[in-house]
């Protein structure tokens, strides 16, 4: 099974077909789409898209970790990292187009 990947230009085709947007409006309305998003992100909101899932920004603290390679011990330091958790609408499409 071939991997695909839906990307931007995907997103504006699709916007052109269904919608009937012109190709320029449409790739302006997909951008500012994406900037208020992650601008929210940056803010530390979270982002919740309705029978989607929700973005959310969570500070990891420092930890001590290890090299697998050499199994010396290293600092991690702190850091924000996104999480993004799937609705129960999107995990129950998911888990039907598997079988």
Known sequence: MAVTTLTRADIIDSLVREVDFPRHQASDFLEAALEDMMEALIDKD?????????????????????NPKTGKEAVITPRRVLSFKPSQYMREKVQRRKA
């Open 46 to 66: 979270a982002v919740k898209i309705s029978s989607f899932g929700s973005f959310n920004v969570r500070q990891k603290a420092k930890r001590i970790g290890r």
